[in-house]
């Protein structure tokens, strides 16, 4: 396991939230287990528990998400994660192009909402199992209504997880 620091974006500083970061373990099948965490978590915003089921729009609240794209290619994938317990998974042709609905199974998606938030994720085994560029990111809204965003890395201006320089983490297949 492996523990990645995500960084707020400069343009859009949170309000009392200073620490996000996600734990991330690949099992030997190549399927994902996230882990979530933010702290201080008093102020923040968790939508409604919902039926765990495919949803789009997830990234308008506090969210999780991962996009992954594999090495040597302008294809890539995006899976949102919400503490409502809804999800959502997309392919991609290339940056912002082609978007379409990713088949996959339901993850599991399980949340501790206090006293620190942790958003778990497991069963993610639709990655096809290539070398992989990873970007870790976060969309978290407080009671103040201050909405901040999280990556491992912002590449430009405005935040844009789909910016290609933001995949960072290199992510191996396993042996």
């Known amino acids: 396991m492996t523990r990645h620091r995500l960084i707020c974006h400069p343009a859009t500083p949170a309000s009392k939230v200073d620490t996000v970061y996600v734990d991330l373990h690949q099992q030997a099948s190549g399927a994902l287990w996230l882990e979530y965490h933010v702290a201080p978590s008093d102020t923040l915003i968790v939508p409604q528990f ?94 103040d209504g201050t909405k901040s965003y999280w990556a491992l890395a912002h590449p430009a201006e405005k935040p844009d997880f789909h910016h290609p320089d933001g995949f960072v983490l290199e992510l191996s297949p396993p042996v």
Do not use: H
Request: aromatic residues 14%; proline residues 11%; negative net charge.
């Open 50 to 143: 919902a039926d765990p089921v495919r949803a789009d729009g997830l990234w308008k609240a506090t969210c999780f998400e991962l996009f992954a794209q594999p090495s040597g290619g302008d294809a890539y994938f995006e899976f949102n994660f919400s503490p409502s317990f809804e999800w959502a998974a997309y392919a991609f042709d290339g940056y912002r192009s082609g978007m379409r609905e990713l088949p996959c199974d339901d993850p599991e998606i399980a949340v501790t909402p206090a006293p620190s938030f942790f958003l778990s994720v497991e069963a993610m085994p639709e990655l096809p199992l290539v070398p992989m560029r990873i970007n870790l990111t976060a969309v978290i809204e407080e009671a």
